[in-house]
């Protein structure tokens, strides 16, 4: 069996703006390149290895929003994590919560406007 979901690609406004949150938030460093005419900044793959993986992605056809599917980014340190995403100007829209024993969710506005979830183990 296989994780059904193998690339993401998140809308942005602003690339240059869009990077400099994901990267510090968190701690990625992202490549950038040009695929179809539309700029790209793709978060580290690991082949091979559990999840997916994706890319901000500008142009005409990528909308940020706050609706539509939900990306879970997880974080060893939920608080540690929504600290920085709050030093940078994101909005949060579902401060954490415990779900039982699989750990610790949040959801924030990131810098373009998207909703985005966060997930943290137990410590």
């Known amino acids: 069996m296989t994780n059904p979901v193998v690339h993401f690609e998140i809308p942005v406004e602003n690339m240059d703006r869009a990077v400099r949150f994901y990267e510090a938030v968190f ?3 992202l490549r ?11 978060f580290p793959r690991a082949d091979g290895g559990a999840g997916a993986s994706g890319a901000l992605a500008q142009g005409d056809v990528y909308k940020p929003a706050k ?3 939900i990306l879970y980014f997880d974080v060893d340190d939920i608080d540690a994590t929504l600290a920085r995403a ?5 909005t949060i829209l579902y401060p954490k919560k415990d779900i039982g024993e699989a750990g610790f969710v949040a959801e924030i ?3 373009e406007g998207n909703r985005i979830a966060l997930s943290a183990p137990r410590d």
């Open 109 to 111: 506005e990131d810098s």
């Open 86 to 90: 709050t030093a940078l100007g994101a």
């Open 27 to 29: 701690g990625y460093r």
């Open 32 to 42: 950038r390149e040009t695929v179809d005419g539309y700029a790209m900044a793709f």
């Open 67 to 69: 609706t539509g599917p």
